[in-house]
């Protein structure tokens, strides 16, 4: 932490991920990617996966690199009207700082194939972490309106994704 | 992103909470805590917080300030050998990221009252996400090891949950 009060991030690895391009139709969410990529953790930080095989999830927190606005109010998916980013997913947030959950199909060295990969490559890693349903599964959650819209987009043809996935470019 | 990598974020608020020592016997993760305490976001950043009452649960990113230790390994709660340190859900971590579940009480202004709280007085904010079952439920999760030690965590006496404080004041 520095005097003026911002906080300095190292990057410990990187995504490797066949989405590179906006045109990639991006998943909107890894819980809804089948896409595979790999976690490429950097030589120095190797030792911190050991016994990581254990776990068939885990949560990635990464620095969402190629989207540079940083906005307070945007217009979600599916809505009409804006709200404040923190009751968002967009990644047009202060700090830019995104979570993945991902299944962790095998690790080889320092590098960790995954699956349901919602990252563009070169995406720069912050932390990993177990995903542990104690922990991360929370009951009882009651969501007025983003519950609803999720399921909507289970139900869409592929016409209506990709007017989904114009505005994510876009946003 | 800095030429050199590193990634320097902003503190956009702060966690106020009764727990203020090492002493205050922390809860080990939100999910067994009852704490309530508040998330005070900067004046300039409350404009994000439009139409966050519409969720119960919140999921805050903070800063693990009060820990200065990096370590790679790490002996974890309940165990006896050592392990990578992105197999634990340890502070002593690279980049003192840390993520906790809250259950959003209200909001007043800027001041949203939460409960859960597992993070010291004081703590940086640096994101604020809506908990979304779809997104952050994942189903299928297999923990060879850390399920069991949780559940283990809940059977426990005072005295027992006490030697596990120390452990964690220890780290």
Redo the contacts between chains.
């Keep these: 932490?520095q005097e003026d009060?911002?906080?300095?991030?190292?990057?410990?690895g990187v995504v490797r991920s066949p989405l590179s391009e906006k045109s990639d139709n991006v998943p909107f969410?890894?819980?809804n990617s089948e896409v595979e990529g790999t976690i490429e953790?950097d030589e120095e930080?190797e030792?911190?996966?050991?016994?990581?095989e254990?776990?068939?999830?885990?949560?990635i927190?990464y620095?969402l690199?190629r989207n540079r606005k940083s906005k307070?109010?945007t217009v979600p998916l599916l809505e009409k009207e804006?709200?404040?980013?923190?009751?968002?997913?967009s990644p047009s947030?202060?700090?830019h700082?995104g979570?993945s959950?991902v299944r962790l199909l095998s690790r080889k060295g320092r590098v960790l194939r995954v699956k349901g990969v919602d990252m563009f490559d070169g995406t720069?890693v912050?932390?990993?972490?177990?995903?542990?349903?104690?922990?991360?599964?929370?009951q009882?959650?009651?969501?007025?309106?983003?519950?609803d819209k999720?399921?909507k987009i289970d139900g869409m043809d592929k016409k209506q994704r990709e007017s989904i996935q114009k505005h994510l470019r876009e946003e």
């Design positions: 932490m009060g911002s906080i300095v991030l190292a990057q410990i969410q890894s819980f953790v930080y030792q911190g996966l050991d016994g990581i254990g776990f068939s999830h885990l949560s927190i620095y690199h307070l109010r804006e709200r404040g980013i923190f009751g968002t997913r947030r202060p700090n700082l979570v959950t720069p912050l932390d990993i972490k177990p995903y542990v349903p104690k922990v991360d599964l929370v009882g959650v009651e969501n007025k309106w983003l519950v999720l399921d």
